[in-house]
Structure formats: structure tokens, C-alpha cells
Antibody, heavy 121, light 107 residues
Framework: QVQLLQPGAELKKPGASVKVSCQAS????????ISWVRQAPGQGLEWMAW????????NSAQKFQGRVTLTTDKSTSTAYMELRSLRSDDTAMYYC??????????????WGQGTLVTVSS | DIQLTQSPSSLSASVGDRVTITCRAS??????LNWYQHQPGKVPRLLIY???SFHTGVPSRFSGSGSGTDFTLTISSLQPEDSATYYC?????????FGQGTKLEIK
């Protein structure tokens, strides 16, 4: 079955970077996009960015442009999300999700368990 | 960015009730609207995609409708396990966005 495996938690200091991994299994990794979604404490879901593992094309929400980098390693079916210049308000649960594209739309049909990133001095 | 506004922000209903959550888009998004359920401590779960298509394994009491700017998620007969926050999401634009969420509590 489709699985997306993420590390449980990361603790970082303000100004540092975090690189979260998402290892996929149970499907052909290059055939589906990967989106990253975060949820800060007490807040709603926030879409961050997307990558096409087949060709490496990426797209990100304007508020994260210049601060987020998405990459993939097709040999290990792993996607990575790096967020730089961390601030305390980046403290959140970060999810990767399989992005299934149909026609002109898409949806997130399988989600990782999430990585809790805590930014604290 | 396309803004999605959900209403109500929260509601409380009884088992067996019919519940409707609405999602209004700031511009025409045709039917590129998805619904997710998020329970505390769990992973978000896709319920409905393309406004009205059921995702695999979703109970038939959940249904979605709408097009353009106005959409609804309906739970026909509320069950205790439906306590969760529900989010709409648009995939019309290159930068998808979520609604702010509707927290559903069971009385």
C-alpha cells in the first residue's frame, strides 16, 4: 500500500535550516507529485510547495519563495523539503502528501505522518 | 491567491443530524475543489475531490456539491467518529490554498 515515511521531530534554533525527508513506497515514485503542507499550533492547514519527481519542476506559495527548496532522490524514492532562516512562527507539523493530478486539477490522496519542527533558542 | 472562506467556523451537532459545511471561493474555480477531514492526532484524510467525487473508502454519508464559487460538504447522518475539522482546498490555481477549516463537534 502507499506509504510516506517522515521523521518524527526536528528541533532547530532561530536562523537555522531544516531539511525534512519523505520516503515513498507502494507506488511508482516519479509518476506522482509531492506536496508539502504545514499546520502551526492551533492553526489550519497551509499549502507550502509542490515538486514533480519526474522532472524536478517545483512550485511554491509566495510567502515561502526564496526560503524553501524541494528536491527528490529517485534512487531512494525520497522527497526533501528544506526551509531556511527559521523563525519561531515556523514551528509546525510538516506533512508531505502524494499529489495526484487529473485533467487540470489535483488532490492529496496519501499523507505522511508529519514531522514536528520546533524552532526555539 | 484564491481565498476560500468556510462557514461556519465551528458547529456542534447530534448523532444522526444532517450537517452542511460551505466553502466560498474568491473567484470561479469551476469544480477544482477538494474536501479533507482532519482529526486530532491523525493525518488529514481526503474525502471528496473535484467537488463531488468520492475518494476510495469514504463512507457514503459524506457528499460534496457545487461549482464556480460555492461548494458544500454534507454529512447525511452524523456519526460519533465524524468529530473533526474539515477543510476545503482549491486546485484551480498553481498555488493551491485551503479554507480556514470548520471544527465539528458531536453533542
Amino acid at each position: 500500500q502507499v506509504q510516506l515515511l517522515q521523521p518524527g521531530a526536528e528541533l532547530k534554533k532561530p536562523g537555522a535550516s531544516v531539511k525534512v525527508s519523505c520516503q515513498a513506497s507502494g507506488y511508482t515514485f516519479p509518476s506522482f507529485g509531492i506536496s508539502w503542507v504545514r499546520q502551526a499550533p492551533g492553526q489550519g492547514l497551509e499549502w507550502m510547495a509542490w515538486i514533480n519527481p519526474y522532472n524536478g519542476n517545483t512550485n511554491s506559495a509566495q510567502k515561502f519563495q526564496g526560503r524553501v527548496t524541494l528536491t527528490t532522490d529517485k534512487s531512494t524514492s525520497t522527497a526533501y523539503m528544506e526551509l531556511r532562516s527559521l523563525r519561531s512562527d515556523d514551528t509546525a507539523m510538516y506533512y508531505c502528501a502524494r499529489d495526484l493530478y487529473y485533467g487540470s486539477g489535483s488532490f492529496l490522496d496519501h499523507w505522511g505522518q508529519g514531522t514536528l519542527v520546533t524552532v526555539s533558542s | 491567491d484564491i481565498q476560500l472562506t468556510q462557514s461556519p467556523s465551528s458547529l456542534s451537532a447530534s448523532v444522526g443530524d444532517r450537517v452542511t459545511i460551505t466553502c466560498r471561493a474568491s473567484q470561479d474555480i469551476r469544480t477544482y475543489l477538494n474536501w479533507y477531514q482532519h482529526q486530532p492526532g491523525k493525518v488529514p484524510r481526503l474525502l471528496i475531490y473535484a467537488a463531488s467525487s468520492f475518494h476510495t473508502g469514504v463512507p457514503s454519508r459524506f457528499s460534496g456539491s457545487g461549482s464556480g464559487t460555492d461548494f458544500t460538504l454534507t454529512i447525511s447522518s452524523l456519526q460519533p467518529e465524524d468529530s473533526a475539522t474539515y477543510y476545503c482546498q482549491q486546485s484551480f490555481s498553481r498555488t493551491p490554498t485551503f479554507g480556514q477549516g470548520t471544527k465539528l463537534e458531536i453533542k
